[in-house]
T-cell receptor, first 114, second 111 residues
Framework: DVKVTQSSRYLVKRTGEKVFLECVQDMDHENMFWYRQDPGLGLRLIYF???????EKGDIPEGYSVSREKKERFSLILESASTNQTSMYLC?????????????FGPGTRLTVT | QKEVEQNSGPLSVPEGAIASLNCTYSDRVSQSFFWYRQYSGKSPELIMSIYSNGDKEDGRFTAQLNKASQYVSLLIRDSQPSDSATYLC???????????FGAGTRLTVKP
């Protein structure tokens, strides 16, 4: 079974704080992703990484950065948290399933910025 | 136009009935299609994938794909209260990692 874990299920931070969200996968997947999910908007891709130290911007990278120093770990960083970054953050990793990549999600981190 | 569109629901069906969830997508080059189930407060769980036109069955679930109409659906037979969740449709262009998600359809199965 694919196992993706995230460091926190719930997090409350203050405006202006630097926030680290960590994601770890144990399946040696090359590709990892960070999404945010908001009601009515679905999942939106923030950043993804296809290899160690490699990163690509997704649809909404503003206000975020990422770090991938080891293959199994992908971190999302909010440099200066703002209230509009209150959301559910989902990490995923993907594997090649023969015909396509399939993405598997971690449990999510619900972040509240006050 | 959204890339992946779903009716937000809620869709309500009685226990034992067939639930039909629909999804349309805008990019004709899309190659692979997925259905995720998401319980309230939880993360999405992959339940079905389909890559070619026609039907694909897995237990009580059947995915249907029509690339000409840019339409994919999920049928849940003998619906159970435990099927109550939001179902996300996802579309992957060119079989790479560019996955686009719909906003989801909320399904309620009433006992």
């Amino acid at each position: 079974d694919v196992k993706v874990t995230q460091s926190s299920r719930y997090l409350v931070k203050r405006t202006g704080e630097k926030v680290f969200l960590e994601c770890v996968q144990d399946m040696d997947h090359e590709n990892m992703f960070w999404y945010r999910q908001d009601p009515g908007l679905g999942l939106r891709l923030i950043y993804f990484s296809y290899d160690v130290k490699m990163k690509e911007k997704g649809d909404i990278p503003e206000g975020y950065s990422v770090s991938r120093e080891k293959k199994e770990r992908f971190s999302l960083i909010l440099e200066s948290a703002s209230t509009n970054q209150t959301s559910m953050y989902l990490c995923a990793s993907s594997l090649w399933a023969g015909a396509s990549y399939e993405q598997y999600f971690g449990p999510g981190t619900r972040l509240t910025v006050t | 136009q959204k890339e992946v569109e779903q009716n937000s629901g809620p869709l309500s069906v009685p226990e034992g009935a067939i639930a039909s969830l629909n999804c349309t997508y805008s990019d004709r080059v899309s190659q692979s299609f997925f259905w995720y189930r998401q319980y309230s407060g939880k993360s999405p769980e992959l339940i079905m994938s389909i890559y070619s036109n026609g039907d694909k069955e897995d237990g009580r679930f059947t995915a249907q794909l029509n690339k000409a109409s840019q339409y994919v659906s999920l049928l849940i037979r003998d619906s159970q209260p435990s099927d109550s969740a939001t179902y996300l449709c996802a579309v992957n262009r060119d079989n790479n990692n560019d996955m686009r998600f719909g906003a989801g359809t909320r399904l309620t199965v009433k006992p």
